[in-house]
């Protein structure tokens, strides 16, 4: 796999390359500083399997960026693994195409997970970085014997199992695709289940153990 390393500090990067190297043998990677130097990097790069970008790289618009970079590197996942634990910026970034979100305080495990999660198509967005995300009114809350998701969690996962496609749900929920699948992929850890499938029977296992998602 085809790996492009996006950081503007130059001993993190190099030193993310080294640990990356030990742990993803067979792997290419490639270094990119700033937003210009990325994108004439990935224009040139027809195979690339995985985009690691740093959220706040020099030239990079947090409104635009990731979404241009999306247009150029697509089929390939962009990984942001950023400063930043602002819950905004996880959201944000899903919401512009991003397929996963790590904090640079996380281990090499935690950053291999995440790289394995994203290249075989799910999102990835650790639990504690949207911890808080939801307003005051919609702190988690248990119902019944069932598992702990917030108010809003709820609302993707009923809609889910309706059978209604992550589109569909973020147009009726007013939120973008990305963020419906930052909740789903959240849902799903805490259901202990690993695709849509699996998320559906649980969801009616659950129901008939009398549990409701309201």
Do not use: C
Not at 50 to 58: G, V, Y
Not at 79 to 90: M, T, W
């Amino acid at each position: 796999m085809k790996v492009v390393i996006a950081d503007d500090h130059v001993i993190f990067r190099q030193g993310l390359r080294l640990a990356l190297e030990a742990a993803q043998a067979g792997s290419e990677f490639l270094e990119a500083g700033d937003f210009d130097g990325l994108l004439r990097l990935v224009m040139r790069q027809r195979d690339l399997g995985l985009l690691i970008l740093d959220l706040n790289m020099p030239g990079l618009s947090r409104s635009t960026g990731i979404a241009t970079l999306r247009g150029h590197v697509a089929p390939a996942p962009i990984l942001v693994l950023s400063a930043s634990d602002d819950s905004e910026d996880v959201f944000s970034s899903l919401a512009a195409g991003a397929s996963g979100y790590v904090h640079k305080s996380a281990g090499l495990d935690v950053l291999t997970e995440a790289i394995r999660t994203v290249g075989l198509g799910g999102v990835y967005v650790p639990r504690d970085l949207v911890t808080g995300a939801r307003p005051p009114a919609a702190k988690a809350t248990r119902v019944g014997e069932g598992p702990r998701l917030t108010p809003r969690q709820a609302d993707v996962l009923r809609l889910a199992a309706e059978g209604h496609a992550n589109k569909e749900i973020a147009f009726r929920l007013g939120m973008g695709e990305g963020t419906v699948k930052a909740h789903l992929s959240l849902v799903m850890r805490e259901l202990g289940v690993h695709n849509r499938v699996q998320l559906l029977r649980e969801v009616e296992r659950l129901k008939a153990a009398d549990w409701s998602l309201g």
